[in-house]
């Protein structure tokens, strides 16, 4: 069965730093996601990307965040600077439509800010 | 705003039925899906309701009541491997991105 792919499992990073989240969604989905997911707490969501723009952010996807799709196949999230806050789960999710549609979800990054 | 309840902690037996309940309040609905969640795992997609009614797919069957704005999610012939934390999510229009209940863990004991 198709899935989605998320590299690294596990990244490090000193605060302040630059960070790069890589997902490969499924091939024949249409919309990509990220979510995040603070240790104990609640999956929330980030954003969601279609046809090579945003469709919709969260609060949370302030202007440290961005989303890119550099060629077919990946889709990427960055932190510009990272803060202690950031440290969390971070899942990449994909759908053939929006909406009504399940999301196949990766088995994230584990993001941990020192 | 959108909220959506769940019962924190559930324990049940191996080879018991658990039902999971989850309430919400959304600025709209497109539909109501339940994911299990392993820890440190990703989110794997269990069930789908749109409609007022009962969907059974195996083990799992899920709810809907949409004027209650109530779903359960139902769990037969439990077994150990079924300890997961159980999430509801709503999609609240077509074209908006799911939101989450804070998930119910459930432990299953021999």
């Given amino acids: ?10 990244q490090v990073t000193q605060m302040g730093q630059e960070v790069i989240l890589r997902c490969v969604p499924i091939s ?60 969390a ?10 909406g009504n549609q399940p999301q196949h979800f990766g088995d994230g990054t584990r993001l941990s800010i020192l | 705003g959108q909220n959506i309840d769940q019962p924190t902690e559930m324990t049940a037996t191996e080879g018991a039925i658990v039902q999971i309940n989850c309430t919400y309040q959304t600025s709209g609905f497109n539909g109501l899906f339940w994911y299990q969640q392993h820890a440190g ?10 409609l007022d009614g009962l969907e059974e797919k195996g083990r799992f069957s899920s ?16 077994q150990m491997k079924d300890s997961a934390s ?24 021999p």
């Fill in chain 1, 28 to 87: 024949n989905h249409l919309y990509f996601y990220w979510y995040r997911q603070i240790l104990g707490q609640k999956v929330e969501f980030l954003v969601s990307f279609y046809n090579n723009e945003i469709s919709e952010k969260s609060e949370i996807f302030d202007d440290q965040f961005s989303v890119e799709r550099p060629d077919g196949s990946n889709f990427t999230l960055k932190i510009r600077s990272t803060k202690l806050e950031d440290s």
């Fill in chain 2, 41 to 50: 795992e990703a989110p794997t997609f269990l069930s789908y309701n749109v």
């Fill in chain 2, 63 to 78: 709810f809907l009541s949409r004027s209650k704005g109530y779903s359960y999610l139902l769990l037969k012939e439990l």
């Fill in chain 1, 1 to 10: 069965e198709p899935e989605v792919t998320q590299t690294p499992s596990h």
């Fill in chain 2, 86 to 109: 159980y999430l509801c999510a709503v999609s609240p229009n077509y074209g908006q991105n799911f939101v989450f209940g804070p998930g119910t863990r459930l432990s299953v004991l």
């Fill in chain 1, 89 to 98: 789960m971070y899942f990449c999710a994909s759908s053939v439509y929006q």
